[in-house]
């Protein structure tokens, strides 16, 4: 079994839909919490970073921890064509010396 | 901020040629750097660990005569695959850290696409 288990899609919404992703894991070290957004191609691109349990909300997305649960979400409101991409998450724990650990992603697709 | 850059983008050579990727933080000073291996529809998968001033930590199955990774200074980590072979083709990655803020992500660059003929 994976450290980190992520649905790996593909996850197609209309666009102006939810897009709800999520990730479980095992190890109860992990405290820092991460989604990345990559394109095809791209490297990928910092969307939220969390510490701990709790909701974080930056524009259009909106990041939950639940560590008593070991699971991670990620919302994406108002979804747009331009969300398509792969969504991957990556956490680590405290004395990992930032090595982190990913998720498998999961590829979405915003249709217009 | 946090900008990472990383060069050439994309790299197509001959079978036991030497490829060197740079990997340079535009906008902040790095202590660590790292290199990931992307497979077509996979993760990232770490290769290793770069520290300004020291040498790399691998990953357990990476050779380290093969991936030589140097990181001569707080903005700038090279990879160099030696003698490269087809099997090596791929998406490599490196990501760094906010000097100072080890409880920062790590931020990456846009990756170079490797393809050995």
């Known amino acids: 079994q994976k450290e980190v288990e992520q649905d790996p899609g593909p996850l197609s919404v209309p666009e102006g839909a939810i897009v709800s992703l999520n990730c479980t894991y095992s190890?109860?070290?992990?405290?820092?919490f991460m989604w990345y957004r990559q394109y095809s191609r791209k490297g990928p691109e910092l969307l939220m970073y969390?510490?701990?349990?709790g909701n974080k909300e930056d524009g259009r997305f909106t990041a939950q921890v639940d560590k008593s649960s070991k699971y991670i979400s990620l919302f994406i409101r108002d979804s747009q064509p331009s969300d398509s991409a792969t969504y991957l998450c990556?956490?680590?724990?405290?004395?990992?010396?930032?090595?982190?650990?990913f998720g498998g992603g999961t590829r979405v697709l915003v249709k217009p | 901020g946090a900008v990472v850059s990383q060069h050439p983008s994309r790299v197509i050579c001959k079978s036991g040629t030497s490829v060197k990727i740079e990997c340079r933080s535009l906008?902040?000073?790095?202590?660590?750097m790292f290199w990931y291996r992307q497979f077509p529809k996979q993760s990232l998968m770490l290769m290793a660990t770069?520290?300004?001033?020291?040498?790399?930590?691998?990953e357990q199955g990476v050779e380290k005569d093969k991936f030589l990774i140097n990181h001569a200074s707080l903005t700038l980590s090279t990879l160099t695959v030696t003698s490269a072979h087809p099997e090596d083709s791929s998406f490599y990655i490196c990501?760094?850290?906010?000097?100072?803020?080890?409880?920062?992500?790590?931020?990456f660059g846009d990756g170079t696409r490797l393809s050995i003929l």
């Open positions: 190890n109860s070290a992990f405290q820092y």
């Open positions: 990556a956490m680590r724990g405290i004395a990992a010396g930032n090595k982190l650990t």
């Open positions: 906008d902040f000073q790095a202590t660590t």
């Open positions: 770069s520290n300004e001033g020291s040498k790399a930590t691998y």
């Open positions: 990501s760094a850290v906010v000097s100072g803020s080890e409880d920062q992500p790590q931020h």
């Open positions: 969390t510490y701990s349990s």
